[in-house]
């Protein structure tokens, strides 16, 4: 049996058996006081016996003013104005001598006193008496009659709590009357029906607790979405809302070719090096890539086509073969392109609107704004007739939804867009114009040797979920 258990039994047996007796406790702060038990066991008993109805209860609030440390000692030796005014012989004395009788913090508290009430005269060369009498010490005799648990004015405890030489002590207790289910003991009742009970018929004479079928059930512990995961969910719905349809982005790992040399960027490129870019030792090349689209993508490289010069130098296919962690889901962009493009072989052209949010890998120094991973957004639309002022429109749209609205566009470079503009949005909390995104029309030296017709074009925007 815990130890507070039996304090708890002998609780309840002094409230039970007083009011076997007394109609009611007015106050259990001074019944635990006469019973010389702890008031917080009582309090416990009274709550439990209340529940039961054994006991009817209210709460009670009692307000007692208490002396502080500072003013018990005032009530024992006396207030320093007082003693100051009594260390102050009729000739006076100097302010050097008088302030060797108190400690440093009384004396300044019995200057400021005495002068407030005009007792006292401090002359450049003497300390006086102003009056010649103090009747009586009057914040002593305060203290006291509060110590007594005697009534003082407000005005009275106003001044002292001022001077910090009382506090205000809040208690709570209870009154009691008995209940409906009063009894001198408290009867055990049984909280279930046992085999036992039913074979010896003892179940006939025993008391049940009563259910509470209103009564809830253990809260059942439960995950929550990441604030990342949230932010990611309200963006996907963004792209659903304007009928955009989710790229499959399920390949962490791609080869060079799909995630550089099909976006036209070439072989020489600072982000191709191994300081920007994970590189597999193991599987390190792929074996599957399109034969027909590489020779036109080797040709464009190195010749150009489509009224492009290309970059003219020697494309190697062992350079395009290597394994990766993507660095961006445009990777992901480009193999839906090539494949919109097959279709377009098989059946006429249609008009599609595509995004993804995945991870995306770069080899980068770690730091409070930068990881070796993050997420990165994606959105394009695939139509004929498409321009820059499209694009723009629907970067105010899908901004807008985020709640940004204030957007300012700036002439870039990516070598597979052109033209190529960064996204800036207002920052209210920053008062300027922050970068928040990069835009721009895929190249025709990417989308062509795809195999998509020459009339069109390619709108598209990314930015990062975290960064």
Same mark, same amino acid.
């Given at each position: 049996?815990?130890?507070?258990?039996?304090?708890?039994?002998?609780?309840?047996?002094?409230?039970?058996?007083?009011?076997?007796?007394?109609?009611?406790?007015?106050?259990?702060?001074?019944?635990?006081?006469?019973?010389?038990?702890?008031?917080? #066991?009582?309090?416990?008993?009274?709550?439990?016996?209340?529940?039961?109805?054994?006991?009817? !209860?209210?709460?009670?609030?009692?307000?007692?003013?208490?002396?502080?440390?500072?003013?018990? @000692?005032?009530?024992?030796?006396?207030?320093?104005?007082?003693?100051?005014?009594?260390?102050?012989?009729?000739?006076?004395?100097?302010?050097?001598?008088?302030?060797?009788?108190?400690?440093?913090?009384?004396?300044?508290?019995?200057?400021?006193?005495?002068?407030?009430?005009?007792?006292?005269?401090?002359?450049?060369?003497?300390?006086?008496?102003?009056?010649?009498?103090?009747?009586? #010490?009057?914040?002593?005799?305060?203290?006291? +009659?509060?110590?007594?648990?005697?009534?003082?004015?407000?005005?009275?405890?106003?001044?002292?709590?001022?001077?910090?030489?009382?506090?205000?002590?809040?208690?709570?207790?209870?009154?009691?009357?008995?209940?409906?289910?009063?009894?001198?003991? +408290?009867?055990?009742?049984?909280?279930?029906?046992?085999?036992?009970?039913?074979?010896?018929?003892?179940?006939?004479?025993?008391?049940?607790?009563?259910?509470?079928?209103?009564?809830?059930?253990?809260?059942?512990?439960?995950?929550?979405?990441?604030?990342?995961?949230?932010?990611?969910?309200?963006?996907?719905?963004?792209?659903?809302?304007?009928?955009?349809?989710?790229?499959? @982005?399920?390949?962490?790992?791609?080869?060079?070719?799909?995630?550089?040399?099909?976006?036209?960027?070439?072989?020489?490129?600072?982000?191709?090096?191994?300081?920007?870019?994970?590189?597999?030792?193991?599987?390190?090349?792929?074996?599957?890539?399109?034969?027909?689209?590489?020779?036109?993508?080797?040709?464009?490289?190195?010749?150009?086509?489509?009224?492009?010069?290309?970059?003219?130098?020697?494309?190697?296919?062992?350079?395009?073969?290597?394994?990766?962690?993507?660095?961006?889901?445009?990777a992901v962009s480009s193999r839906m392109l090539y494949k919109l493009a097959q279709?377009?072989?098989?059946?006429?052209?249609?008009?599609?609107?595509?995004?993804?949010?995945?991870?995306?890998?770069?080899?980068?120094?770690?730091?409070? @704004?930068?990881?070796?991973?993050?997420?990165?957004?994606?959105?394009?639309?695939?139509? +004929?007739?498409? @321009?820059?002022?499209?694009?723009?429109g629907v970067l105010q749209d899908f901004f807008s939804r985020l709640g940004m609205?204030?957007?300012?566009?700036?002439?870039?470079?990516?070598?597979?867009?052109?033209? !190529?503009?960064?996204i800036f949005g207002y920052h209210k909390g920053f008062g300027k114009y922050v970068?928040?995104?990069?835009?721009?029309?895929?190249?025709?030296?990417?989308?062509?040797?795809?195999?998509?017709?020459?009339?069109?074009?390619?709108?598209?925007?990314?930015?990062?979920?975290?960064?």
């Open positions: 049996m815990a130890d507070s258990d039996p304090k708890r039994a002998k609780a309840e047996e002094a409230v039970l058996g007083y009011l076997e007796n007394d109609d009611d406790i007015p106050d259990s702060h001074l019944f635990a006081a006469q019973a010389k038990l702890n008031h917080d #066991d009582i309090a416990n008993a009274i709550k439990s016996l209340t529940g039961h109805r054994y006991v009817d !209860s209210q709460e009670i609030t009692k307000e007692t003013w208490l002396l502080t440390e500072e003013g018990k @000692t005032y009530a024992v030796h006396g207030s320093p104005e007082v003693r100051l005014f009594l260390s102050i012989p009729q000739e006076g004395i100097t302010k050097d001598e008088l302030q060797k009788k108190f400690d440093a913090s009384i004396f300044k508290i019995a200057c400021a006193q005495a002068a407030k009430n005009k007792w006292v005269d401090f002359g450049k060369q003497l300390v006086t008496r102003k009056i010649q009498h103090v009747d009586n #010490d009057k914040v002593q005799t305060l203290l006291l +009659r509060i110590q007594d648990a005697k009534d003082i004015s407000q005005d009275d405890i106003k001044a002292l709590t001022k001077r910090k030489l009382i506090s205000l002590q809040v208690k709570k207790g209870f009154s009691v009357r008995r209940g409906p289910n009063y009894a001198p003991q +408290r009867k055990k009742v049984a909280t279930d029906l046992t085999r036992d009970m039913l074979q010896s018929g003892d179940w006939k004479d025993l008391e049940y607790k009563d259910f509470n079928l209103n009564a809830k059930g253990a809260s059942t512990e439960r995950g929550c979405l990441h604030p990342l995961l949230k932010v990611r969910k309200q963006l996907k719905d963004i792209f659903l809302q304007m009928g955009f349809g989710e790229m499959s @982005t399920n390949n962490y790992v791609e080869s060079s070719f799909w995630n550089f040399d099909a976006l036209f960027q070439p072989q020489q490129h600072p982000a191709r090096d191994s300081h920007d870019t994970f590189f597999l030792k193991v599987p390190s090349t792929t074996k599957e890539l399109p034969e027909d689209y590489v020779e036109r993508v080797k040709r464009i490289h190195e010749s150009g086509g489509h009224q492009s010069r290309g970059y003219g130098y020697d494309w190697k296919r062992e350079e395009a073969d290597k394994n990766l962690l993507r660095t961006h889901t445009t279709d377009c072989a098989q059946k006429p052209f249609a008009p599609k609107k595509y995004f993804s949010i995945d991870r995306v890998f770069r080899n980068e120094a770690v730091d409070r @704004t930068h990881l070796a991973e993050f997420h990165q957004i994606e959105g394009l639309i695939c139509d +004929r007739g498409l @321009t820059l002022g499209d694009l723009i609205s204030d957007l300012k566009f700036k002439p870039a470079y990516n070598p597979y867009t052109e033209p !190529s503009m960064e970068e928040i995104g990069n835009s721009g029309m895929f190249r025709p030296e990417m989308l062509l040797p795809m195999g998509l017709p020459e009339d069109v074009s390619v709108i598209a925007w990314g930015l990062s979920l975290e960064r």
